[in-house]
Every structure is written in C-alpha cells, then in structure tokens.
C-alpha cells in the first residue's frame, strides 16, 4: 500500500512535524511504501494541490492528512478534502472521533473528514503527535481492505 503523508500548518516546517514523522515510522513498520511526506501552509488553494498531487500524480492508496482540523480561522483542511472530493467516507471520521472521546472530550471539537477520491482514500487527523497517531492507530487495520474495495476487489 502506498501513503502519502501531508501535514498542514503555518508555525512548523517538516523538520519540526513531530506527528508527521511518527506517521511515516508506523507506516513503514507496517510495511507500507511511504510514497510522499510533505509539509503544507494552512492554506485551502495549497492543501488541495498537495492532496491532487498525492491522488492523482503518486497515485497514492491512503493520503493522510496531519494538522488543520480545529476551530481556527485557518483550520481548512476539511475544506479541502470536500473540494478535492468524489464522496465523503464519514464511517472512518465518526469511528475516529469516538475513538478519541473515550481519550479526551476536547474530541468533540474535531472537524476531520475522510473522503474518497478515484481509488484514493483521505484521511483528516489531528497535529498533536498523540492525537494523530492514536487517530491512525484506531483506523489502521481497515486500510488495506478499504483500498482493496476502492480498487474493485470486494469484500
């Protein structure tokens, strides 16, 4: 499986993402091919770029996405998954946010979506190192059959 990482902030740069590179450790544990890690401003026009880019010239399986889900007025990558989107995969996000109530009530707060785009699919986490890689640890397990499904296998 391919995965292709996009951390989405403007106080850090990809020396300082802590939670992205934690992510690209457990995917290449896993086995998996880290195809792209890249860090983006909290810009709507620039994260949709990178998540085309991903999608459509990598060709990645699974675009995670890392920062930029909150309540600030630059928190826009939800936005930018539903522009880039073919259709909204809420299981993912909604089992991901009860996940993280069991955590912290500050969960709540989340606005994270998943999406398909083509036979890609994305995958909104949190910035903290923590949030995200408990997010991605609750949902791993899926991946491989999701994209299975995204490519036309089945169940």
């Keep these: 499986m391919k995965i292709a990482i996009v951390t989405c902030s403007d106080t850090r740069d990809i020396t300082e993402d802590e939670a992205g590179q934690a992510l690209a450790k457990c995917i290449q544990n896993r086995g998996w091919e880290l195809a792209q890690h890249v860090m983006v401003k909290d810009d709507l026009q620039i994260i949709k770029a990178a998540f085309i880019q991903a999608s459509d010239e990598l060709r990645a399986d699974v675009i995670l996405s890392c920062g930029g889900t909150g309540l600030s007025a630059r928190d826009v990558t939800p936005e930018a998954t539903l522009a880039v989107a073919d259709r909204i995969v809420p ?13 912290t009530k500050r969960a709540m707060l989340s606005r994270a979506l998943s999406a ?12 903290s190192t923590k949030a995200a ?20 296998k089945g169940h």
């Design 116 to 127: 398909q785009r083509g036979t890609t699919l994305i995958i909104n986490l949190p910035g």
């Design 133 to 152: 890689l408990e997010c991605f640890d609750s949902c791993a397990d899926q991946l491989e059959h999701a994209v299975d499904m995204m490519a036309g």
């Design 91 to 103: 299981g993912i996000s909604e089992a991901i946010r009860q996940f993280s109530l069991s955590i």
